[in-house]
């Protein structure tokens, strides 16, 4: 069963603020582009990062990156070489000790998996609303990385926003260990990231019913499965396959 931010029947739509939310603690782009801007210098000066289609995420508007997630730097790698300040959904796991306050003063989001977050769904809608970028591991937790079981957050998100979707494959995170810290790629080493063509997740009668949400979720596993098959025939890799699912 597919599990949706704010539960609902069938047939009826899910129970949040029909406006635009406003809530505190939305984070700040200006927050987010310093984050872009340290990231650009860590990512670059660490690793070497290939990018593929960054012309394809729409310059203004909401947007929601989709993004596989196999690797722990798969997000820092996003945020450092994407051409927009973006605020990505973190598990509350991460948010520990000097990190957590940096993660915060780098406008991203902090958000339970454990129960529908209504704190993090406010701020994520918010972020939209504004007309930012929101990123997200549809996913749910790090596994093999090939988007072949979603959660449903990303439909509703989209689908309540009506922000176009750009799916993006990072590949190589995963070809193998570094010498000096073994969780993370060694230094120098390439890492390619995809971005793909942006498409609605809806399907354009602006229901946001649960099946309305199942479908779109359908919907979008077929857009990010042709993305990630689509850049591995541009990059050459076929990593990830039989990697258990990690928390």
Known sequence: MRRHPCRGEAGREVSVPSKAPKAAGVPTERGAEVGRRIGVGLMYGLWKPRVLGA??????????LAVNHSHN???????GVAPRASHFLVK???????IATFMRATG???VDRSTADRTAITRALGVLARG????????GSRGEGDFASLRSGLAYFAVRSGAKVVPVAVLGSTDRRGRLIKGLPPLRSRVDVVFGDPFEAGDGTGRRTRAALDEATVRIQKQLTAHLE???????????AGRPAER
């Open 73 to 79: 730097i798969d997000g820092p790698m996003v945020i």
């Open 92 to 98: 509350k796991e991460a948010f520990i000790g000097p």
């Open 230 to 240: 689509n850049a591995r025939r541009l990059t050459g890799r076929q990593e990830n």
């Open 108 to 110: 991203q989001l902090e």
């Open 132 to 139: 930012g970028v929101l990123g997200i591991f549809p996913e």
């Open 55 to 64: 012309w394809k995420v729409p310059a203004t508007g909401p947007v929601i």
